[in-house]
T-cell receptor, first 109, second 124 residues
Framework: SQQGEEDPQALSIQEGENATMNCSYK?????LQWYRQNSGRGLVHLIL?????REKHSGRLRVTLDTSKKSSSLLITASRAADTASYFC?????????FGTGTSLTVIP | GAVVSQHPSRVICKSGTSVKIECRSL??????MFWYRQFPKKSLMLMAT?????????EQGVEKDKFLINHASLTLSTLTVTSAHPEDSSFYIC????????????????????FGPGTRLLVL
Protein backbone atom coordinates (compact mmCIF):
# COMPACT_ATOMS: atom_id res chain seq x y z
CA SER A 1 0.00 0.00 0.00
CA GLN A 2 1.10 3.56 -0.54
CA GLN A 3 2.31 5.22 2.62
CA GLY A 4 4.51 7.95 1.30
CA GLU A 5 3.54 11.41 0.32
CA GLU A 6 4.98 13.50 -2.41
CA ASP A 7 4.64 17.12 -3.11
CA PRO A 8 3.77 18.85 -5.18
CA GLN A 9 1.15 16.59 -6.75
CA ALA A 10 1.64 18.40 -10.02
CA LEU A 11 4.38 20.69 -11.28
CA SER A 12 4.58 22.64 -14.51
CA ILE A 13 7.80 24.39 -15.56
CA GLN A 14 9.47 25.85 -18.63
CA GLU A 15 12.13 23.90 -20.46
CA GLY A 16 15.56 24.69 -19.03
CA GLU A 17 14.30 25.34 -15.52
CA ASN A 18 15.00 23.06 -12.59
CA ALA A 19 12.31 20.85 -11.11
CA THR A 20 12.25 19.83 -7.47
CA MET A 21 9.91 17.30 -5.97
CA ASN A 22 9.78 16.04 -2.42
CA CYS A 23 8.92 12.78 -0.77
CA SER A 24 8.10 12.11 2.87
CA TYR A 25 7.75 8.72 4.48
CA LYS A 26 6.83 7.21 7.80
CA UNK A 27 8.97 4.18 8.61
CA UNK A 28 12.69 3.53 9.00
CA UNK A 29 14.20 2.52 5.69
CA UNK A 30 17.11 0.66 4.16
CA UNK A 31 17.04 2.78 1.06
CA LEU A 32 14.88 5.11 -0.97
CA GLN A 33 14.41 4.99 -4.71
CA TRP A 34 13.03 7.31 -7.30
CA TYR A 35 11.17 6.09 -10.34
CA ARG A 36 9.82 7.71 -13.45
CA GLN A 37 6.68 6.72 -15.27
CA ASN A 38 5.50 7.91 -18.63
CA SER A 39 1.77 7.87 -19.29
CA GLY A 40 0.48 4.33 -19.73
CA ARG A 41 3.91 2.80 -19.18
CA GLY A 42 5.56 1.02 -16.29
CA LEU A 43 7.97 2.44 -13.78
CA VAL A 44 11.58 3.02 -14.73
CA HIS A 45 14.18 3.07 -11.99
CA LEU A 46 16.13 6.34 -11.79
CA ILE A 47 18.28 6.34 -8.71
CA LEU A 48 18.71 4.65 -5.33
CA UNK A 49 20.02 6.30 -2.20
CA UNK A 50 20.90 4.27 0.88
CA UNK A 51 19.91 5.26 4.37
CA UNK A 52 23.52 6.15 5.26
CA UNK A 53 23.88 8.46 2.26
CA ARG A 54 22.80 12.08 2.21
CA GLU A 55 23.16 13.02 -1.43
CA LYS A 56 23.56 11.29 -4.74
CA HIS A 57 23.95 12.44 -8.32
CA SER A 58 23.19 10.80 -11.62
CA GLY A 59 23.46 12.94 -14.74
CA ARG A 60 20.95 15.75 -14.36
CA LEU A 61 19.42 14.15 -11.29
CA ARG A 62 20.28 15.04 -7.73
CA VAL A 63 18.72 13.22 -4.81
CA THR A 64 18.97 14.13 -1.15
CA LEU A 65 17.91 12.12 1.85
CA ASP A 66 17.26 13.38 5.37
CA THR A 67 16.50 10.39 7.57
CA SER A 68 15.91 12.58 10.61
CA LYS A 69 13.07 14.29 8.80
CA LYS A 70 12.10 11.17 6.87
CA SER A 71 12.17 13.03 3.62
CA SER A 72 13.90 13.03 0.26
CA SER A 73 14.02 15.37 -2.66
CA LEU A 74 14.63 14.84 -6.35
CA LEU A 75 16.06 17.69 -8.38
CA ILE A 76 16.08 17.58 -12.16
CA THR A 77 18.31 20.27 -13.56
CA ALA A 78 18.03 21.92 -16.98
CA SER A 79 14.71 20.19 -17.63
CA ARG A 80 13.68 19.03 -21.07
CA ALA A 81 10.27 18.41 -22.60
CA ALA A 82 11.13 14.71 -22.58
CA ASP A 83 11.29 14.84 -18.77
CA THR A 84 7.50 15.19 -18.72
CA ALA A 85 6.33 12.21 -16.68
CA SER A 86 5.20 11.16 -13.23
CA TYR A 87 7.87 10.65 -10.62
CA PHE A 88 7.49 8.31 -7.67
CA CYS A 89 9.57 7.69 -4.61
CA UNK A 90 9.65 4.27 -3.02
CA UNK A 91 11.03 3.31 0.35
CA UNK A 92 12.48 -0.11 1.04
CA UNK A 93 11.89 -1.00 4.66
CA UNK A 94 13.26 -4.50 4.26
CA UNK A 95 10.04 -6.41 4.12
CA UNK A 96 8.06 -4.26 1.75
CA UNK A 97 8.15 -1.41 -0.70
CA UNK A 98 6.14 1.70 0.05
CA PHE A 99 5.42 4.05 -2.81
CA GLY A 100 4.63 7.72 -2.71
CA THR A 101 1.62 9.15 -4.47
CA GLY A 102 3.71 10.62 -7.25
CA THR A 103 4.42 14.02 -8.72
CA SER A 104 3.21 14.77 -12.22
CA LEU A 105 5.81 16.92 -13.97
CA THR A 106 5.07 18.82 -17.15
CA VAL A 107 7.94 20.53 -18.93
CA ILE A 108 6.75 23.11 -21.41
CA PRO A 109 8.93 23.51 -24.52
CA GLY B 1 -9.00 4.86 -0.95
CA ALA B 2 -8.43 2.26 -3.60
CA VAL B 3 -6.46 -0.82 -2.64
CA VAL B 4 -4.51 -3.38 -4.58
CA SER B 5 -3.97 -6.76 -2.97
CA GLN B 6 -1.59 -9.54 -3.79
CA HIS B 7 -1.88 -13.16 -2.85
CA PRO B 8 0.03 -14.90 -1.49
CA SER B 9 2.27 -12.49 0.39
CA ARG B 10 4.95 -15.17 0.77
CA VAL B 11 5.46 -18.50 -0.91
CA ILE B 12 8.11 -21.17 -0.64
CA CYS B 13 8.18 -23.87 -3.28
CA LYS B 14 10.38 -26.63 -4.61
CA SER B 15 12.39 -26.23 -7.75
CA GLY B 16 10.43 -27.29 -10.82
CA THR B 17 7.00 -26.39 -9.53
CA SER B 18 4.82 -23.54 -10.79
CA VAL B 19 3.64 -20.69 -8.63
CA LYS B 20 0.71 -18.38 -9.28
CA ILE B 21 0.57 -14.88 -7.85
CA GLU B 22 -2.67 -12.90 -7.92
CA CYS B 23 -3.02 -9.14 -8.12
CA ARG B 24 -6.46 -7.70 -7.41
CA SER B 25 -7.85 -4.21 -7.49
CA LEU B 26 -10.35 -4.23 -4.67
CA UNK B 27 -12.62 -1.27 -5.29
CA UNK B 28 -11.85 -0.02 -8.74
CA UNK B 29 -11.52 -1.37 -12.24
CA UNK B 30 -7.94 -1.55 -13.40
CA UNK B 31 -7.46 -0.72 -17.04
CA UNK B 32 -3.81 -1.62 -16.87
CA MET B 33 -1.73 -3.65 -14.46
CA PHE B 34 2.05 -3.81 -14.26
CA TRP B 35 4.24 -6.58 -12.90
CA TYR B 36 7.65 -5.82 -11.39
CA ARG B 37 10.46 -7.86 -9.94
CA GLN B 38 12.89 -6.66 -7.32
CA PHE B 39 16.51 -7.54 -7.98
CA PRO B 40 19.37 -7.82 -5.47
CA LYS B 41 20.27 -4.18 -5.99
CA LYS B 42 16.84 -3.42 -4.57
CA SER B 43 15.47 -1.64 -7.61
CA LEU B 44 12.28 -2.77 -9.29
CA MET B 45 12.39 -3.97 -12.84
CA LEU B 46 9.32 -3.81 -15.01
CA MET B 47 8.51 -7.28 -16.30
CA ALA B 48 5.33 -6.76 -18.27
CA THR B 49 2.32 -4.58 -18.88
CA UNK B 50 -1.05 -6.27 -18.70
CA UNK B 51 -4.24 -4.96 -20.25
CA UNK B 52 -7.55 -6.67 -19.63
CA UNK B 53 -8.59 -8.99 -22.40
CA UNK B 54 -5.37 -8.78 -24.38
CA UNK B 55 -1.96 -10.38 -24.29
CA UNK B 56 0.58 -8.92 -21.93
CA UNK B 57 3.43 -6.85 -23.28
CA UNK B 58 6.73 -8.15 -21.97
CA GLU B 59 9.87 -6.12 -21.49
CA GLN B 60 13.01 -7.14 -23.29
CA GLY B 61 14.77 -10.01 -21.57
CA VAL B 62 11.68 -11.33 -19.79
CA GLU B 63 10.72 -14.84 -20.87
CA LYS B 64 7.06 -15.01 -21.84
CA ASP B 65 6.85 -18.75 -21.38
CA LYS B 66 8.51 -18.54 -18.00
CA PHE B 67 6.36 -15.77 -16.58
CA LEU B 68 2.80 -16.26 -17.73
CA ILE B 69 0.51 -13.30 -17.24
CA ASN B 70 -3.25 -13.50 -17.49
CA HIS B 71 -5.45 -10.44 -17.11
CA ALA B 72 -8.82 -12.15 -17.11
CA SER B 73 -10.91 -9.32 -15.71
CA LEU B 74 -10.71 -5.65 -14.87
CA THR B 75 -9.95 -6.50 -11.26
CA LEU B 76 -7.60 -9.48 -11.52
CA SER B 77 -4.25 -10.20 -13.10
CA THR B 78 -2.19 -13.29 -12.38
CA LEU B 79 1.51 -13.99 -12.78
CA THR B 80 2.51 -17.64 -12.98
CA VAL B 81 6.16 -18.51 -12.57
CA THR B 82 6.45 -21.80 -14.42
CA SER B 83 9.00 -24.47 -13.52
CA ALA B 84 10.46 -22.20 -10.88
CA HIS B 85 14.17 -22.33 -10.10
CA PRO B 86 16.16 -20.82 -7.23
CA GLU B 87 17.19 -17.89 -9.43
CA ASP B 88 13.51 -16.96 -9.68
CA SER B 89 13.47 -16.25 -5.97
CA SER B 90 12.60 -12.62 -5.69
CA PHE B 91 10.05 -10.05 -4.62
CA TYR B 92 7.26 -9.57 -7.14
CA ILE B 93 5.04 -6.51 -7.01
CA CYS B 94 2.10 -5.42 -9.12
CA UNK B 95 0.50 -2.07 -9.67
CA UNK B 96 -2.84 -1.17 -11.14
CA UNK B 97 -4.06 1.90 -12.94
CA UNK B 98 -7.69 2.77 -12.77
CA UNK B 99 -10.11 5.63 -12.88
CA UNK B 100 -10.89 7.32 -9.63
CA UNK B 101 -13.79 9.66 -9.71
CA UNK B 102 -13.67 13.31 -8.76
CA UNK B 103 -9.90 13.48 -8.60
CA UNK B 104 -9.28 15.49 -11.72
CA UNK B 105 -8.84 19.23 -11.69
CA UNK B 106 -12.22 19.68 -13.35
CA UNK B 107 -13.89 17.26 -11.00
CA UNK B 108 -13.91 14.44 -13.50
CA UNK B 109 -12.28 11.03 -13.17
CA UNK B 110 -8.51 10.85 -13.13
CA UNK B 111 -6.20 7.92 -13.65
CA UNK B 112 -4.46 6.86 -10.48
CA UNK B 113 -1.92 4.16 -9.88
CA UNK B 114 -1.91 1.91 -6.84
CA PHE B 115 0.71 -0.60 -5.81
CA GLY B 116 0.24 -4.01 -4.29
CA PRO B 117 2.12 -5.04 -1.14
CA GLY B 118 4.27 -7.53 -3.04
CA THR B 119 4.84 -11.28 -2.98
CA ARG B 120 8.08 -12.80 -1.78
CA LEU B 121 8.93 -16.00 -3.62
CA LEU B 122 11.57 -18.41 -2.38
CA VAL B 123 12.40 -21.39 -4.56
CA LEU B 124 14.33 -24.14 -2.85
Amino acid sequence: SQQGEEDPQALSIQEGENATMNCSYKTSINNLQWYRQNSGRGLVHLILIRSNEREKHSGRLRVTLDTSKKSSSLLITASRAADTASYFCATDAGNQFYFGTGTSLTVIP
Amino acid sequence: GAVVSQHPSRVICKSGTSVKIECRSLDFQATTMFWYRQFPKKSLMLMATSNEGSKATYEQGVEKDKFLINHASLTLSTLTVTSAHPEDSSFYICSAIGLERDRGLAGGPEETQYFGPGTRLLVL
